[in-house]
């Protein structure tokens, strides 16, 4: 190794496959620690979770951390079974829901594969296509987040298709209807991706019994205000779920995420009134945003879009920020930008209206 210095980046940079060094790599919502900003840039829940959830999470600290964790993390799949009323066999446990995009795309989807995507949509379905090697297809919303025709063409090059439903960052649905048409015109298997149908009316669960192809993968982190957990989920069919186990870590569960989100969705309760409270939030923040002339998408989730008329959003975000409080700017090159609020409780969301009042 007798390379000067200023080679030392290239030299590194050729011990990586070629797809690694050429992609962006996904960059998260900024996680500013310790500080004081009113954060209603990640979607994260502003409440605290249900208290018997830190009860079950210390109960399982103190009950052998030696010992490694049930790898199918069982006993959450009993309970998510008997609330959801699928069988416990067509549930596959993750460390958040990103971890179950993880495995099901290493599993269906190779080299030089394609996967596709509605844009603008959840960006780390692009970094998982890089990962494997594959094609991204991106296909546009309509101007209204409907489903444009393309993405229901058949491709035998074609995979695997996520669907985020409710979308980020618009929070817009498609129905269940045409959700069971699509995967019928389909000839690859499509991901629902419900982190945030909780907050909405309609989910696709019924519809994995209905077809084999349909997979819905779901998160405790936005509803169930358990961020710092990871835990996720999917459903789908058993067939299906048995080659999943291959791919996934041994141990991708840990102890203390498991007793947790066992406790967490035995709280349906709950989940009812923090659901209630923040769809309450939600209607408000809408209604104010639009008075101050921002179009706003109806939302079905826990955030809200909004794009500006008549004024760039981009120095909003800035002034926000300085005045702490951070919400997420989105700019989608070939679509346009927007703000991308998550819906706090009322005090946060009162702040954040407050200096876009005191900006417009
Ligand atoms: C937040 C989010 C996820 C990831 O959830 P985790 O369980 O925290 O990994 C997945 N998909 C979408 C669309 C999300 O917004």
């Given at each position: 190794?007798?390379?000067?210095?200023?080679?030392?980046?290239?030299?590194?940079a050729?011990?990586?496959?070629?797809?690694?060094?050429?992609?962006?790599?996904?960059?998260?919502?900024?996680?500013?620690?310790?500080?004081?900003?009113?954060?209603?840039?990640?979607?994260?829940?502003?409440?605290p979770?249900?208290?018997?959830?830190?009860?079950?999470?210390a109960?399982?600290?103190?009950?052998?951390?030696?010992?490694?964790?049930?790898?199918?993390?069982?006993?959450?799949?009993?309970?998510?079974?008997?609330?959801?009323?699928v069988?416990?066999?067509?549930?596959?446990?993750?460390?958040?829901?990103?971890?179950?995009?993880?495995?099901?795309?290493?599993?269906?989807?190779?080299?030089?594969?394609?996967?596709?995507?509605?844009?603008?949509?959840?960006?780390?379905?692009?970094?998982?296509?890089?990962?494997?090697?594959?094609?991204?297809?991106?296909?546009?919303?309509?101007?209204?987040?409907?489903?444009?025709?393309?993405?229901?063409?058949?491709?035998?090059?074609?995979?695997?298709?996520?669907?985020?439903?409710p979308?980020?960052?618009s929070?817009?649905?498609?129905?269940?209807?045409?959700?069971?048409?699509?995967?019928?015109?389909l000839?690859?298997?499509?991901?629902?991706?419900?982190?945030?149908?909780?907050f909405?009316?309609?989910?696709?669960?019924?519809?994995v019994?209905?077809n084999?192809?349909?997979?819905?993968?779901?998160?405790?982190?936005?509803?169930?205000?358990?961020?710092?957990?990871?835990?996720?989920?999917?459903?789908?069919?058993?067939?299906?779920?048995?080659?999943?186990?291959?791919?996934?870590d041994?141990?991708?569960?840990?102890?203390?995420?498991?007793?947790g989100?066992?406790a967490?969705?035995?709280?349906?309760?709950?989940?009812?009134?923090?659901?209630?409270?923040?769809?309450f939030?939600?209607?408000?923040?809408?209604?104010?945003?639009?008075?101050?002339?921002?179009s706003?998408?109806?939302?079905?989730?826990?955030?809200?879009?909004?794009?500006?008329g008549?004024?760039?959003v981009?120095?909003?975000?800035?002034?926000?920020k300085a005045?702490?409080?951070?919400?997420?700017?989105?700019?989608?090159?070939?679509?346009?930008?927007?703000?991308?609020i998550?819906?706090?409780?009322?005090?946060?969301?009162?702040?954040?209206?407050?200096?876009?009042?005191?900006?417009?």
């Amino acid at each position: 190794m007798n390379q000067l210095l200023t080679d030392k980046d290239d030299v590194v940079a050729g011990f990586f496959r070629p797809e690694i060094r050429s992609m962006q790599g996904y960059v998260p919502g900024e996680q500013p620690q310790g500080s004081t900003f009113v954060k209603l840039n990640t979607n994260e829940n502003p409440y605290p979770p249900a208290p018997e959830v830190i009860t079950a999470i210390a109960q399982a600290a103190g009950m052998g951390l030696q010992k490694y964790p049930d790898p199918l993390g069982t006993a959450f799949r009993n309970r998510a079974a008997a609330v959801l009323g699928v069988p416990p066999d067509w549930i596959l446990c993750g460390n958040g829901s990103d971890d179950i995009l993880t495995i099901v795309t290493r599993a269906l989807v190779g080299p030089a594969d394609r996967l596709r995507l509605p844009y603008p949509s959840y960006i780390l379905y692009r970094t998982l296509a890089q990962l494997q090697g594959a094609q991204s297809e991106e296909v546009r919303f309509r101007e209204d987040f409907s489903l444009a025709g393309e993405f229901s063409q058949s491709d035998p090059r074609l995979k695997l298709v996520f669907l985020p439903n409710p979308n980020s960052p618009s929070g817009t649905v498609i129905e269940p209807d045409e959700i069971l048409q699509l995967a019928d015109r389909l000839t690859c298997p499509l991901l629902v991706d419900e982190a945030y149908a909780d907050f909405a009316e309609c989910n696709c669960i019924d519809l994995v019994r209905r077809n084999p192809q349909i997979m819905v993968s779901r998160t405790l982190s936005k509803s169930y205000a358990l961020a710092g957990l990871r835990f996720g989920f999917l459903i789908a069919q058993p067939e299906m779920i048995q080659f999943f186990r291959k791919v996934k870590d041994s141990y991708n569960c840990d102890a203390l995420s498991i007793a947790g989100a066992t406790a967490a969705i035995s709280q349906q309760d709950w989940l009812r009134e923090n659901r209630r409270k923040i769809s309450f939030t939600r209607a408000r923040m809408t209604e104010r945003l639009r008075k101050l002339g921002f179009s706003v998408e109806t939302s079905h989730a826990n955030f809200v879009w909004c794009t500006h008329g008549s004024r760039p959003v981009q120095p909003m975000y800035e002034q926000l920020k300085a005045q702490r409080v951070l919400v997420r700017y989105m700019n989608y090159p070939g679509w346009g930008d927007g703000l991308r609020i998550s819906v706090g409780d009322d005090e946060q969301s009162d702040s954040c209206l407050a200096v876009l009042e005191s900006i417009l």
